[in-house]
């Protein structure tokens, strides 16, 4: 789940981590990947969304960890599954099906110990067009370049230019209205990270600082706007849309990708 750049959710000052929190919050970040990993095995064609979550909440109780969006704000549900034109915050129901061609985005929080955990996926159900490939494809590969560039010394913008520059020069566009996120104690907390370049100071990144890197990418226009459920955000063109995102730790050695799902592929 996403800071909103115009509204202020949580904590907005940056808070850095001992390597004892970032063990903490690598526990709560595998147990997302473990399970992300486990839904993008089971997608397939005639799923409900609500299915999906189901799973969430049964796996979240295995783990004796509490799933972060649920009641966040008043969400009613553990995953925002967002298919097709659909962004972000999309809430799992028992009439929506998965079909053969759509591309489904899969994010997923949990807060354990004290620490939260968040990261999304985008899958594809079944086979899909080439241009949904391709957007799966310019979207997760920028998500990496962002991750290379989470280096002590660098600034957030650093972060934002390499995404924008690699989705724009394939093609796509931004979601503005959304950014990543620090994150800790809190589910979001600063600094902000915008997928854009944004005029203004750009905080230095330090050791100990953890953050939820999540570009948002659509295929035409980067508008969006949000459904009468008062959480959907679909693309106003409604053309696909897709989002990747993993937590990450500044280190003195480099980005650590506290979300990775390389023990359960
Ligand atoms: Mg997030
Ligand atoms: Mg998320």
Redesign the pocket.
């Known amino acids: ?2 800071g909103n750049s115009g509204k202020n959710h949580g904590d907005s000052s940056i808070i850095l981590k001992s390597s004892s929190e970032i063990s903490l919050m690598y526990e709560a970040n595998q147990i997302v990947a473990e399970l992300l990993c486990q839904l993008r095995k089971i997608i397939e064609p005639g799923l409900t969304t609500f299915e999906l979550d189901r799973i969430a909440e049964d796996f979240c109780a295995q783990k004796k960890a509490k799933p972060a ?1 649920k009641g966040y704000r008043g969400f009613p549900s553990s995953l ?1 599954v967002s298919i097709n034109e659909e962004v ?1 915050h999309g809430i799992p129901s028992r009439r929506r099906k998965l079909v053969k061609g759509d591309i489904v985005s899969i ?3 949990v807060c354990k110990n004290g620490y939260f955990g ?3 996926i985008t899958v594809p159900v079944d086979s899909v067009s080439s241009d949904k490939k391709k957007l799966l494809a310019v979207t997760e590969d920028s998500l990496l370049m962002a991750i290379n560039e989470v280096q002590v010394g660098n600034r957030v913008h650093d972060i934002s230019r390499v995404v924008q520059e690699h989705v724009e020069k394939n093609g796509f566009s931004i979601v503005r209205q959304f950014v990543g996120h620090g994150i800790g104690k809190s589910l979001h907390e600063g600094p902000e990270i915008p997928n854009f370049v944004k005029n203004g100071n750009s905080p230095r990144l330090l050791a100990g600082m953890v953050l ?1 890197i ?1 570009p948002m990418v659509n295929i035409g226009t980067h508008n969006v706007s949000v459904l009468k459920d008062g959480w959907t955000v679909i693309t106003t063109d409604k053309k696909c849309s897709a ?1 990747f ?1 993993h937590t990450v730790a500044v280190t003195a050695n480099g980005p650590l990708i506290l979300s990775s799902q390389t023990l359960f592929v």
């Open positions: 789940m996403l969006f925002c972000v994010d997923f929080g968040d990261s999304a939820a999540e989002h995102e």
